[in-house]
């Protein structure tokens, strides 16, 4: 079965540096979630997206934006990187009004 | 605002042995609930859920979760441990509301003892 396809799996970014996460979800799904997990942390949830409009933010610096294309395809965007958002960045897709979201292997952000 | 609480940072169980992992949420309204595993470098896979029903929810690789509405609790149980259930186990709800973001605990390092 189709899972969250997420590229790149791992990212080195300088500081001052801009970068983009890209998150495909599972087929026909219509939301997708952005989360941030810091080492040794819990997933912190950043943002998501409803049918390509954003439904609901967490905590994403003023730096990050997100959006939904089309495609239902959704891309995160991190400017100003500093050391702190070194990370793993999952993205996760569900139905709206199902239940379990299922998430990618992640990307690991490093930034030196 | 929803949250959960994982009380255990590691738990510690000899194979063969049940294995329990802890969780409390807090939530307005009916809660969605779930259960993640995380394997080292790797994403959240999930294991069960509880939204209605019986209160004893099977899942993957042979866990169960209990249900408690009155306890507010919803822990995660495997009669058998293996060693390869060694990982981190990730508590989740999601409120039936508009908002309606997955929230976690801050998870729970299961280590099995050969």
């Known amino acids: 079965a189709a899972g969250v396809i997420q590229s790149p799996r791992h990212l080195i970014k300088e500081k001052r540096e801009t970068a983009t996460l890209k998150c495909y979800p599972i087929?026909?799904?219509?939301?997708v979630y952005w989360y941030q997990q810091g080492p040794g942390q819990d997933p912190q949830f950043l943002i998501s997206?409803?049918?390509?409009?954003?439904?609901d933010k967490g905590s994403i610096p003023d730096r990050f934006s997100a959006q939904q294309f089309s495609d239902y395809h959704s891309e995160l965007n991190m400017s100003s990187l500093e050391l702190g958002d070194s990370a793993l960045y999952f993205c996760?897709?569900?139905?709206?009004?199902?239940?379990?979201?299922?998430f990618g292997q992640g990307t690991r952000l490093t930034v030196v | 605002a929803q949250s959960v609480a994982q009380p255990e940072d590691q738990v510690n169980v000899a194979e063969g042995n049940p294995l329990t992992v802890k969780c409390t949420y807090s939530?307005?309204?009916?809660?969605?609930l779930f259960w993640y595993v995380q394997y080292p470098n790797r994403g959240l896979q999930f294991l069960l859920k509880y939204i209605t029903g019986d209160n004893l929810v099977k899942g993957s690789y042979g866990f169960e979760a209990e249900f408690n509405k009155s306890q507010t609790s919803f822990h995660l149980k495997k009669p058998s441990a293996l060693v390869s259930d060694s990982a981190l186990y990730f508590c989740?709800?999601?409120?039936?509301?508009?908002?309606?973001?997955?929230?976690f605990g801050k998870g729970t390092r299961l280590h099995i003892l050969p």
């Open positions: 989740a709800v999601r409120a039936l509301s508009r908002d309606d973001k997955i929230i």
């Open positions: 997206f409803y049918e390509k409009m954003q439904s």
């Open positions: 939530v307005s309204g009916n809660p969605y």
């Open positions: 996760a897709s569900s139905f709206r009004q199902g239940t379990e979201a299922f």
């Open positions: 087929p026909r799904h219509d939301t």
